[in-house]
């Protein structure tokens, strides 16, 4: 996937380039990936919730 | 400041910033040692933290005799040049001691020296509470000191053929350090076997239980730190210029604090959520994150970074528990933390970050297949191979009655960790 916002190697090691990161040239796919990371997150803290008990049932049995 | 003054201060900047990234990067070291000790049973605790201790020992002169030449020297193929730098690079030249003309030699060779030292305690964990001694500090010696610095001089040099030929882009050695050490450890542990006890009679895997989980964990968090020092070395320091990576392309060590954090979260996360909050598989995604986005560190936005991180956390834990399901007994999650971050790091850079120029080629899938595949078979063949002679020469494992007893009777002839209120008769 061509994701990079450098096209030559003049441009790459020119002294006005800027962001040189991934996907900078399309800002929706950034934001997409921004929104992804939060959904992680919010699943991440709910299975927290779901894992806790574990330890528990496993000594009831 | 006049130019010879401004060179000599350049140069010691160079100089003071990689000496203590290599003084930083021990922490690795005291890292693996905590963590590898922690997951071991109790009668194996000090040898297994003498293991590590003399992979530093046997690795330092090995480097010096040949390691550093080799980086140099390889660059083409299996033919060796004899460039300047291969010429400098041998332990007779002028460069590889004190020198009031050279200031940097010694200290690259230093953070070179840290890179193989992390090298070869990759495989140290997974081999624990059976290998015996020797074979293990000759293969040690080997992985450290030959194989991966062939393979960095191949993809992590920006004179190196992967790079030239094809654009392979590994920014952090995601290849070279932990892929090819992770398949050099998949070829001993093929040959070394499982430990006694860690599959029942019907072939089902048993859990050997750390005997000190919190000190295993503690080691993780001291890897953690030394991978920093680990990824600022990565970087080339460029007075009056822009940092620069192995390859000579612009970068930022901001990157290093975007992404490596961000991945390490992802890891961790990535790891919970697949082993269901498991202490052990949790912490070691957070290694598995940093190491799954080493290729692009440079290069990636850090949400990429963070979600390329979270699925390399998942991959180890799934990768591990596969592995041990084929019956292959990798104590300390080795193979799946290295082999599948590494693995993956090479790949996500092909998928994710294609596009970028590399002086005359540019980042694509096809050069990271490529140079996955040579770092899988410059890992896998030799360490198979070593491990198979020593094996048929009896001097791979140590004998059953010993690996009962435990290695810190059997080998050292003391304990590592002593009941209370035990006591010896003094010989006086």
Partial sequence: MDSSPIQSWEQFTSAGTGAIYTFFDSPLVIKGICLLVLAAVVWFIASSYRFEGRGRDRSDS | ?428
């Fill in chain 2, 1 to 428: 400041m006049s130019p010879d003054d401004a060179k000599l201060f350049a140069d010691k900047t160079i100089e003071t910033f990689y000496f203590w990234t290599g003084v930083l990067m021990w922490l690795i070291h005291a890292g693996f040692m905590a963590y590898e000790a922690g997951i071991t049973r109790r009668k194996n605790v000090l040898m297994t933290m003498m293991k590590n201790l003399l992979t530093c020992a046997v690795v330092t002169p090995t480097f010096f005799l040949f390691g550093w030449w080799i980086y140099y020297a390889f660059p083409h193929g299996l033919v060796p040049v004899a460039t300047e730098a291969a010429n400098a690079a041998l332990p007779w030249s002028a460069h590889m001691g004190p020198n009031l003309q050279d200031n940097l030699t010694g200290v690259f060779w230093f953070a070179f020296l840290l890179f193989s030292f992390t090298t070869a305690s990759i495989m140290s964990g997974a081999v624990i509470e059976r290998i015996h001694l020797g074979a293990y500090l000759l293969l040690a010696a080997v992985l450290g000191s030959v194989v991966w610095i062939l393979a960095a001089s191949w993809g992590w040099s920006e004179s190196g053929w992967l790079y030239t030929k094809f654009g392979f882009h590994d920014w952090g050695a995601g290849g070279c350090v932990h892929t090819v050490a992770a398949f050099f450890t998949l070829g001993v542990l093929l040959n070394l076997g499982p430990r006694l006890g860690k599959y029942d009679a019907a072939g089902k895997p048993q859990v050997i239980l750390p005997h000190n989980l919190p000190l295993t964990m503690l080691g993780l968090m001291l890897i953690f730190t030394g991978f920093y020092a680990f990824y600022a070395a990565c970087a080339v320091l460029q007075p009056g210029g822009p940092w620069l990576s192995i390859y000579l392309t612009p970068m930022t060590l901001s990157s290093i604090a975007f992404t490596v954090t961000m991945g390490f979260a992802g890891g961790v996360m990535g790891a919970f959520l697949a082993s269901r909050g498991e202490p052990y598989w949790t912490i070691s995604g957070g290694l598995a994150g940093m190491i799954a986005i080493a290729s692009g560190i440079d290069v990636y936005h850090p949400g990429l970074g963070y979600l390329i991180g979270f699925a390399g956390g998942m991959i180890a834990v799934y990768l591990g528990n596969f592995l041990e399901r084929r019956g292959i007994d990798d104590a300390a999650g080795a193979f799946a933390v290295h082999g599948g971050g590494g693995m993956w790091s090479m790949l996500a850079l092909g998928i994710f970050a294609g596009g970028y120029p590399q002086h005359d080629q540019f980042t694509s899938l096809s050069a990271q297949l490529l140079g996955m595949a040579v770092m899988v078979s410059l890992g896998f063949v030799p360490g198979y191979l070593l491990s198979f002679v020593l094996k048929k020469k009896n001097l791979l494992r140590v004998s059953k009655e010993d690996e009962l007893l435990g290695l810190d009777l059997a080998e050292l002839g003391i304990q590592g960790v002593v009941p209370d209120g035990a006591v010896i008769h003094a010989n006086n």
